[in-house]
C-alpha cells in the first residue's frame, strides 16, 4: 500500500500517512490509535479512529496476558471492526504499542491489519486533520481464532532455546541490556528484580530500525543490521523480548512482517517475567 519502491519489504504491510489521509472516509478500512500514553488519544487524533488502551482494553485485568479469544473478538466487534475490515493501527512512541496490537490482531488470525508507517507524531507534524471526537461505529461480527502460537513464545520455550542455535533478541536499550538500568527512565515501577540480559541474546534495541522520524528503514539496511548483530543466521529460529512486550513486537514486525523471516516469536513476558523468575539465568555486562 505505500508507493515508495525503494523500502523493498517482504510483505505489503505498511501504509503511509497519505494513504491513511486518503482513506478516511473508506467504511471497509477502520484505523486504530494505541499508545503507550493512552490519554494522547483525547487530546487528538486522526479523524475517525477508535482507541484502545493497551492496558485497559488489551491486557487481562488478573493475569497479565492476551484477552481469550471471545473476550478479543467482543471487544473489537463493539467498537465496529469486523472480519471484513482492514484495521491500521498506529500510535506514539514510534508505534510500539500498534506494534503489539498488530501481534496481537495477527495472533487471532486476523490478516487484513496494517500498521501506519511512522507514529502519531508524524501525522500531527504534517500538519494533518486531527479530531476529538470518539466515533461510534455499529456493533460488528469480529471471529478470533485460538491464538497462533507460532509467533508467540513462553518461558518455558525461551528457556528451552538457551544454548541453542535459536537467536534471542533483546530489544531494550544498552543500559538495560547491561544491567546498568533495571528499566527505562518513567517505567522504574514496571521493573525487574535483576538487571541484565538473558544468556546469549544479542543487542539489536528497537529504534535502530527506523529512521529519525519513525518510518521503517528500506529492507537492504534492516536485513543488513540485524544480520550484522547476530540476529540473523542461517535460518535460525528467533525469540524476540524487551522489557513488557510492545519494543519486541516491534522489532517481531520488522524480521516477520517487513523482511520475511518465517521462524520468529515474540516474548512477551520478556524481561519482567525473566527477569523476576527464580532458578532463570541471567547474564550481566556492565
Known amino acids: 500500500m505505500s508507493e515508495d519502491p525503494r523500502m523493498g519489504h517482504a510483505k505489503d504491510v505498511l501504509v503511509d500517512t497519505e494513504w491513511v489521509a486518503e482513506h478516511l472516509d473508506d467504511d471497509s478500512v477502520r484505523i486504530v490509535e494505541v499508545d503507550e500514553n493512552p490519554a494522547l488519544y483525547a487530546e487528538g487524533h486522526i479523524p475517525g479512529a477508535i482507541g484502545l488502551d493497551w492496558r485497559a482494553d488489551l491486557q487481562h485485568d488478573v493475569e497479565r496476558d492476551f484477552l481469550g479469544p471471545d473476550e478479543f473478538a467482543a471487544l473489537v466487534g463493539e467498537r465496529g471492526i469486523s472480519d471484513d475490515h482492514t484495521v491500521v493501527l498506529y500510535g506514539d512512541r514510534d508505534n510500539w504499542f500498534a506494534a503489539y496490537a498488530y501481534w496481537y490482531f495477527r495472533y487471532y488470525g486476523h490478516d487484513k491489519v496494517r500498521l501506519l508507517d511512522g507514529p502519531r507524531e508524524k501525522w500531527i507534524a504534517e500538519g494533518r486533520e486531527t479530531s476529538t471526537a470518539v466515533p461510534s461505529y455499529p456493533p460488528a461480527s469480529f471471529t478470533a481464532g485460538l491464538g497462533d502460537d507460532s509467533i508467540r513464545a513462553y518461558r518455558d520455550e525461551v528457556r528451552a532455546a538457551l544454548g541453542s542455535e535459536t537467536r534471542l533478541v533483546d530489544t531494550r536499550s544498552p543500559q538495560e541490556y547491561s544491567g546498568e538500568l533495571v528499566a527505562i527512565a518513567g517505567f522504574e515501577h514496571e521493573g525487574a528484580q535483576r538487571g541484565g540480559h538473558i544468556p546469549g541474546a544479542v543487542l539489536v534495541p528497537w529504534a535502530e530500525a527506523v529512521e529519525a522520524d519513525g518510518t521503517f528503514k528500506p529492507e537492504a539496511e534492516l536485513r543488513e543490521l540485524y544480520t550484522a548483530k547476530g540476529a540473523l543466521a542461517n535460518g535460525a529460529p528467533v525469540i524476540a523480548y524487551c522489557r513488557i512486550g510492545e519494543r519486541s513486537a516491534h522489532t517481531w514486525f520488522v524480521l516477520h512482517e517487513l ?28
Open 259 to 286: 523482511l520475511g523471516v518465517d521462524d520468529v516469536k515474540n516474548y512477551d513476558g520478556s524481561w519482567a517475567e525473566w527477569g523476576n523468575l527464580v532458578g532463570a539465568p541471567i547474564e550481566k555486562s556492565v
